[in-house]
Nanobody, 127 residues
Framework: QVQLVESGGGLVQPGGSLRLSCAAS????????VSWFRQAPGKKREGVSC????????YYADSVKGRFTSSRDNAKNTVYLQMNSLNAEDAAVYYC????????????????????WGQGTQVTVSS
């Protein structure tokens, strides 16, 4: 049974940092392309980052580039999203998702193209 569990969300002040985790069971994350998405109230779900399983290349949305870093820990079957310099625009529910390794990050930002999803973890940035 495939399961993805996000954790690490919480309340932070503007400029603060959080590290989100996506722990997988029922599949080996290293064999799949993994993408982080986020969705704020009233907004569409948007792609945040994507780790291409084909070559390890990491892609980021322009809005988070230079502030967020995605990485893998294969021993823990876990993918991370380190988020720095958080601002109000980063407040959202963050999800991890796995996709077809042969597609890599081609469908980055398109939720319908991703196969398995976690339940999400809430990130709140105080004002």
């Amino acid at each position: 049974q495939v399961q993805l569990v996000e954790s690490g969300g919480g309340l932070v002040q503007p400029g603060g940092s959080l590290r989100l985790s996506c722990a997988a069971s029922g599949l080996i994350l290293d064999d799949y392309t993994v993408s982080w998405f986020r969705q704020a109230p009233g907004k569409k779900r948007e792609g945040v980052s994507c780790i291409d399983s084909r070559d390890g290349t990491v892609y980021y949305a322009d809005s988070v580039k230079g502030r967020f870093t995605s990485s893998r820990d294969n021993a823990k079957n876990t993918v991370y999203l380190q988020m720095n310099s958080l601002n109000a625009e980063d407040a959202a529910v963050y999800y991890c998702a796995t996709g077809n390794p042969f597609l890599g990050c081609t469908p980055f930002g398109v939720p319908e193209e991703w196969d398995f999803w976690g339940q999400g973890t809430q990130v709140t940035v105080s004002s």
